[in-house]
């Protein structure tokens, strides 16, 4: 007998394996235990158990994204995908490719699950919400054509609101895949340049509503380029649809009203505003009227005739301006000259020999001090009213 190593047996029990179709995409019904999410590489790790039997199984990062909802211990849980083994370790193990829990109580908790990772996401943030246009041109109508959903938005939209082009796209609603069928509506109804989609059907169960409670409708939803109402026909309950939409209505018909606006206020708004019109034109006819009073006051004050007398009356204004002036002119200087005098003949000699002063010139030279005569000397005074010689005696 021939002597093999540790991973040649590993990789022919997984050659064998794998070659068994009995094992290779079959489903599981268990209860998850020790489950384990990889922080780095998003594979989820977990036991999958009954009440006599465990069975170790991983779910990749690639499908564990695909996932509306995220497992904890104790979820009872349908897997599918197939048994191989990790032959590094000698260990066989469920590789899964999808979870779906196992009764209507896991079921609300994976819907609830759902919301709150997309609530996480921001696709239900209010920023992200869009005003709907309030006079579209285009609404498209994204629902069963068979259903009664879309004979009511029709009929409230012809109503209220004839001018609108209906663009009805027909997607399944519930089933299989309903979801997908929805998404590519709103792609369609987009892509054929809609103003606003509404997207929904009539009531109906829990069940019947699960196409519009996935991540696939509610992201379709929030990539939408134009806005978009929700509009499943109930009331109790909000769908992941609702969320994301742009705006929620509880019936089809609702979603009809919100979208269009009632024609008949628009006429009565035409009509106001006609009025208004008809007041303004008016208010302008006055108002032109005045100006073209002003305008002919003006002409008229423009005219040569006019023109010719206001110039006479200025200029004769100029004349009496320049006498004036003259006059103030001359005033000014005979009172300048006045003072001038005034201050010339108050400094003048003459002024100050009238008061009793008077001026000795030695040889032609004023004499203001003792010093510069002597005894003998000849000097000549002059007084305010003729003059005397003397010859100097004495000094002090």
Not at 290 to 304: E, K, T, Y
Request: with cysteine.
């Amino acid at each position: 007998m021939p002597v093999i190593t540790v991973t040649q047996i590993n990789k022919y029990i997984a050659s064998v394996l794998k070659s068994d179709r009995n094992i290779q995409g079959v489903m599981v019904r268990g209860e998850i235990s020790d489950f384990v999410e990889h922080f780095r590489s998003g594979h989820l790790y977990f036991t999958l158990k009954d009440s006599e039997s465990a069975l170790k199984a991983v779910m990749f990062a690639s499908a564990a994204s695909r996932l509306k909802f995220r497992p904890c211990d104790g979820m009872a849980v349908i897997v599918s995908g197939s048994i191989g083994v990790y032959e590094r370790d000698g260990v066989y193990q469920f590789y899964v490719n999808d979870i779906i829990p196992d009764g209507a109580g896991n079921a609300n908790n994976a819907l609830e699950q759902l919301k709150k990772k997309l609530q996480k996401e921001g696709l239900f943030d209010s920023a992200h919400k869009r005003a709907l246009p309030s006079m579209p041109e285009k609404i498209g109508a994204v629902t069963s054509l068979n259903g009664a959903a879309v004979r009511d938005i029709i009929n409230v939209i012809s109503r209220r609101y004839p001018l609108a082009e209906i663009y009805a796209v027909n997607a399944q609603v519930q089933g299989e895949n309903a979801s997908e069928s929805i998404c590519a509506g709103i792609l369609k109804a987009e892509a054929a340049g809609c103003d606003v989609i509404i997207v929904g059907r009539g009531g109906g169960s829990s069940e019947d509503l699960s196409a519009f409670n996935t991540e696939k409708v509610a992201y379709a939803i929030y990539n939408c380029k134009v806005p978009v109402i929700s509009a499943v026909g109930h009331e109790t309950d909000y769908t992941v649809a609702d969320l994301a939409a742009d705006l929620r209505a509880p019936t089809p018909s609702a979603a009809a009203e919100l979208a269009t606006p009632d024609i008949a206020l628009i006429y009565e708004k035409l009509s106001l505003l006609e009025r208004r019109i008809e007041k303004s034109v008016l208010a302008a006819f006055d108002t032109m009227t005045d100006r073209f009073i002003a305008l002919n006051a003006r002409l008229s004050a423009q005219s040569p005739e006019n023109r010719l007398k206001l110039a006479s009356e200025r200029l004769s204004g100029l004349d009496r301006r320049r006498k004036a002036g003259f006059l103030r002119y001359m005033d000014r200087l005979e009172s300048t000259l006045t003072e001038k005098a005034a201050r010339l003949d108050s400094l003048s000699p003459l002024k100050v020999l009238s008061r009793g002063y008077s001026l000795i010139y030695k040889e032609d030279k004023l004499i203001g001090s003792s010093e510069s005569l002597s005894k003998g000397d000849k000097v000549r005074i002059t007084l305010g009213h003729g003059g005397a010689e003397a010859e100097i005696t004495d000094k002090w």
